[in-house]
T-cell receptor, first 111, second 118 residues
């Protein structure tokens, strides 16, 4: 089953602009993770934020988590054409269990 | 580190054929691996959890006799799609967790297998 919605479903921006994707989930979580998927490929882990954290940074990525609203956002700053991919949030309800994925946002960055 | 190799990357075969997909953790041990299915432009749907040395746990609606999972070692899980039909055509992805690390750790994904049944 899927956790919830991500919005927008698709996002098209120019290089250098920032991209913000949002994710909502339904159940309590242990952590929330963001993954990237290039077309026809597997998933690459980007960042993990624990349920007791509110914000986390990694390079050009910034993730926020609001457990009261059961939502998270991923911000990619100064986007590049190479950032073009699908981005998924995934939640880990209990340690060691499978990830449950959101529907994903398809990001297109044009140069 | 933490590389997962999935093989084959692409399979095209006739209806009725059984297809085996391998998922290997190359530089770590994984007591648990997961199998997902992804339709075009959709998200990943968990099919089953593969446990080393024991039976797999299947998600509701996934036919265990159709999708046979074997996790015979700490580095290998296999998914066999038996008597495949065109509706089984999909992108299958495996993932693994590093043995002994369960809390607040990412999963490591293979590159997926594109299965096309004619």
């Amino acid at each position: 089953s899927q956790q919830g919605e991500e919005d927008p479903q698709a996002l098209s921006i120019q290089e250098g602009e920032n991209a913000t994707m949002n994710c909502s989930y339904k159940t309590s979580i242990n952590n929330l993770q963001w993954y990237r998927q290039n077309s026809g490929r597997g998933l690459v882990h980007l960042i993990l934020i624990r349920s007791n954290e509110r914000e986390k940074h990694s390079g050009r990525l910034r993730v926020t988590l609001d457990t009261s609203k059961k939502s998270s956002s991923l911000l990619i700053t100064a986007s590049r054409a190479a950032d073009t991919a699908s981005y998924f949030c995934a939640t880990d309800a209990q340690a060691g269990t499978a990830l449950i994925f959101g529907k994903g946002t398809t990001l297109s960055v044009s140069s | 580190g933490a590389v997962v190799s999935q093989h084959p990357s692409r399979v095209i075969c006739k209806s009725g054929t059984s297809v085996k997909i391998e998922c290997r953790s190359l530089d770590f041990q994984a007591t648990t691996m997961f199998w997902y299915r992804q339709f075009p432009k959709q998200s990943l749907m968990l099919m089953a959890t593969s446990n080393e040395g024991s039976k797999a746990t299947y998600e509701q609606g996934v036919e265990k006799d159709k999708f046979l999972i074997n996790h015979a070692s700490l580095t290998l899980s296999t998914l066999t799609v038996t008597s495949a039909h065109p509706e089984d055509s999909s992108f299958y992805i495996c993932s693994a967790r590093v043995r002994g690390r369960t809390a607040n750790q990412p999963q490591h994904f293979g590159d997926g297998t594109r299965l096309s049944i004619l």
